[in-house]
């Protein structure tokens, strides 16, 4: 039976699907005591790993940013959790607000340190996941992580390209990122 379970799980996979528009990754920012790196973006009709498959609600779908952080204070810090980011999207009308999920993380996953400490140098990783409507035209996502004092807030700015006139375009697709 724990071989069929086993071959069952192995055969299930997240489909990639299409990112809404290019996002250039790995960047890196630092708060002064960790140095967070998005590592990777991806949109995916579900999720596959050690716990089992975790699907969407109809209409949905998972947006996963693969995270690294560092500690690079000379003090041990918190890991990230949960609550630590919050994602924005932005269409050409203004911000959304999905009435159920506001801007939440929906999952973590992968993340060794995320109720204890981290010692100077420590490296962990794991991904963030939030769950966004299929129908959604975003061009402009702002994912914030934020673990409050003395840590300043790190947000990482993506934006989809748009045209200016005569079929030139401008590039939005270029990250930003600010400390608040």
């Known amino acids: 039976m724990c071989w069929l379970v086993f071959v069952l799980a192995l055969g299930i996979q997240a489909k990639e699907l ?3 528009f290019p996002i250039n990754v790995p960047v890196t920012r630092s708060t002064g005591f960790r140095e967070l790196t998005v590592m990777q973006v991806r949109a995916v009709d579900k ?3 050690e716990w089992g498959t ?3 609600k109809q209409g949905y779908y998972y947006l996963v940013f693969t995270i690294k952080e560092v500690n690079i204070s000379k003090v041990p810090i918190g890991g990230s959790w949960s609550r630590d980011y919050s994602l924005r999207l932005i269409t050409p009308e203004g911000l959304y607000s999905d009435p159920e999920h506001g801007s939440w993380v929906w999952n973590v996953e992968g993340f060794d340190y995320w109720d204890t400490e ?3 140098g420590v490296s962990d990783v794991g991904e963030v ?5 299929k129908g959604l035209n975003f061009c402009r996502m702002e994912l914030t992580f934020s673990k409050g004092p003395p840590e300043p807030s790190v947000i990482f700015e993506w934006e989809a390209a748009r045209t200016v006139g005569k ?3 401008q590039s939005w697709g270029q990250i930003k990122a600010g400390i608040r």
């Open 129 to 133: 996941v939030f769950e966004v409507w």
């Open 118 to 120: 981290m010692s100077p």
């Open 18 to 20: 299409p990112l809404p």
């Open 54 to 56: 975790d699907t969407p």
């Open 47 to 49: 999720l596959t790993g």
């Open 167 to 169: 079929g030139v375009s």
